[in-house]
């Protein structure tokens, strides 16, 4: 009876393994395809788009496009030939990917400071922020999070264990490791902080504009505010929500002893990083595109009032 348990138990698990990882497979497809139809789009445009917020754009697509194209082939050399799972160069591929994983959140960050000083400090904005500028900050934000990636391969941190397997950076143990899991954890932090505070600034400080003007010359400049504000709030909303599960279980690997709690929290914290990448390109390039917005619910106001926004903020048109 308990051999006939075992059995099932094996086969619900394996085959709920499947389905998982045929999920995975299908959402980075997609991700796939919104990025290269978004680079599509952004090499169409040509006068309406400000040089810097196109840069930022292509950034975003283009490490969005690579880094779903290697967990695309993870996934399928791990499901077509499981006898190499754990071998040691699969786990260096993907200690590799990490950095499209944290390239990402570079890209974000730059992009939510950028849409901060263009409405907060837009004298300041106009004169100092440049394409060059930008060109350069993103420059160094990925050469550090490179190094910072690639540091397990010198002994500060964990991708390969004893037993011969992939390692996640929160399985540490040594005490080294265990620093360089911490740094990690607060460099991901930082960049969920940093967008919080400057996309929530921004709302705040739009929200404010749109109680002191009443007059009638301002109210279509007042409905796009109020568009850009829930815009914003998405954005901020979307890459928390994803980001921050992925954090989290590197100090639920610290602290928590329950292994099968632990398996199933970062196959949960590891779908919502794939959304993600998946949804980035409809986020921020798509659902500005007239055929992809004309099949939006809210395609109607959006249309009535991006005129507006745009003149409101054409600074803001990163995000939009």
Known sequence: MSNATTAISSLHLATTGQSSLFLVQAMLTVGVCGNLLALFVLSRIRNNLDGRHKFLLRCMATNDFVAEIGMLAVTIVKNVWPEIGNNVWRCRLIVLLRFFGLGSGCVAVLMAVERWLAITRPFFYRIYITENILKRIMIMLWLTVLCLVCAPFFGFGIYWNNSKMCSRVGDAKESLDVIYAYVYFSVGLLFCIVITYSNVDVIIKLSTRERINHSRFNEVRTDAERLFCWLM?????SFVVCWLPQLLSILLAQFC???????W??????LLLVLHFSLDPYLYVLQRWKLVRSTLIWSKYTRDNMAGVMQLCPNAQSSV
């Open 233 to 237: 709030l998405f954005l901020c909303a």
């Open 257 to 263: 002893q329950n292994a099968s709690l632990l398996k």
């Open 265 to 270: 929290y970062n196959k949960i914290a590891d």
